[in-house]
């Protein structure tokens, strides 16, 4: 488009320069100490953190995928073990499954939120069980109460995957805080991003806080005496101080991607695309905002030629991944998963956003309904 300004998909230089001189200061402290990995800006993190989200104990990893892994682990879940994700999120939620030695088993998601779909869960579930992971996808929390009904009577642990869901909540309370423990990923990107990797285990259980706490740092409860074998999964230190600082942000960050999401719905309404839904009783933190379209590659060939940045949340699903090729699944398995995947596409969504950016991804979107609702090209 002529004179467009352009809009990036996410702009963390935008995030980092309002908050520049409390970020300096943080590193600079961590450096001044050398207390590079673990140390006291990830316990204090740790601890503000776990407050924020209204449990006793979080546990800072290397990032959000060895955070699966070490609460997977710290549940007792290995080898000849079943657990159930939903069919469409990112691999990391099933890859955490694999490398404990267990296998994923697929259910669907919702048509309406992309969060995996409470009445799959039944006939999912085996005498191999050891865990169900739903997923907070896109920012939005997965329909909890019904996924815990079943578990609890089920005697099944549920493993919130919160990695997209920083400071979303469900009936008034934080995600993370709603099964036995959750998982958090803090990816540059992310609502509450670090300057790197770094990832997090929440939990108000403090045995299995200590056994992840144990697992991430070589399997060692004090120096050079190692109960177990662990991992190498700590956080690192200017991870911790980045955060720290970060984590003051998020609430006001939030609130400002909820009123661009809501500066979408009013403009958008009416045009050629499907708007996400908000589910009652949960606010949406729109880590992504997914819109979805039947011609998704020419509306996004549309918005690129407009210098307007898009992204693809996730366009094949799990169970049609080559990696899981293996367990049998074909085209039909999970209908809603693969309509999801098949028209997803993510605008641009971050808390710097300007309403002439807003304007101009709007307008973008609107000039393309009107190009295929007259079929010109």
Not at 297 to 318: F, K, M, W
């Amino acid at each position: 488009m002529e004179g467009s300004l352009g809009v990036p998909f996410v702009d963390l230089i935008g995030q980092h320069r309002a908050i520049r001189q409390e970020l300096d200061a943080a590193v600079r402290d961590v450096i001044e100490s050398a207390a590079f990995v673990l140390g006291p800006a990830v316990e204090e993190f740790e601890g503000d953190f776990a407050q924020y989200l209204g449990v006793d104990h979080v546990v800072g990893t290397s990032n959000g995928t060895t955070a699966l892994s070490l609460a997977l682990l710290a549940l007792g879940v290995g080898e000849g073990d079943e657990v159930i994700v939903p069919a469409q999120t990112f691999i990391a939620t099933a890859e955490a499954v694999v490398h404990v030695g267990a296998k994923p088993v697929f259910v669907d998601v919702l048509d309406t939120t992309a969060c995996m779909d409470p009445a799959a869960l039944p006939a999912a579930i085996t005498p191999r069980t050891r865990a169900i992971v739903p997923v907070h996808l896109f920012g939005q929390s997965a329909e909890m109460q019904p996924i815990l009904d079943i578990a609890r009577s089920r005697g099944i642990p549920v493993l919130e995957d919160a990695c997209q869901a920083h400071g979303a909540t469900y009936q008034g309370r934080r995600v993370g805080s709603l099964g036995i423990a959750s998982c958090f990923s803090f990816y540059p990107g992310k609502n509450l991003g670090a300057f790197g990797e770094g990832g997090a285990v929440a939990t108000s259980d403090s045995h299995l806080a200590a056994r992840v706490r144990r697992l991430r740092d070589h399997g060692q409860s004090e120096r050079y005496h190692h109960a177990e074998v662990g991992y190498n999964a700590r956080m690192e230190g200017i991870q911790g101080a980045v955060l720290g600082v970060k984590l003051r942000c998020l609430d006001r960050w939030n609130e400002s991607r909820r009123g661009h999401a809501a500066y979408y719905r009013e403009w958008l309404d009416g045009s050629s695309v499907r708007l996400p839904a908000e589910a009652p009783g949960r606010e949406h933190v729109y880590h992504l905002f997914v819109v979805r379209s039947g011609d998704r590659a020419e509306l996004r060939e549309h918005l690129t030629h407009q210098g307007i940045q898009t992204g693809l949340h996730y366009p094949v699903p799990l169970h049609l991944q080559p990696a899981f090729s293996s367990m049998g699944y074909r085209e039909g398995s999970f209908p809603a998963a693969e309509a999801w995947a098949r028209e997803g596409l993510s605008l641009p969504m971050f808390a710097e956003l300007s309403r002439v950016q807003l304007d101009e991804v709007i307008e973008g979107v609107k000039s393309h309904s009107l190009v295929t609702e007259t079929g010109a090209r």
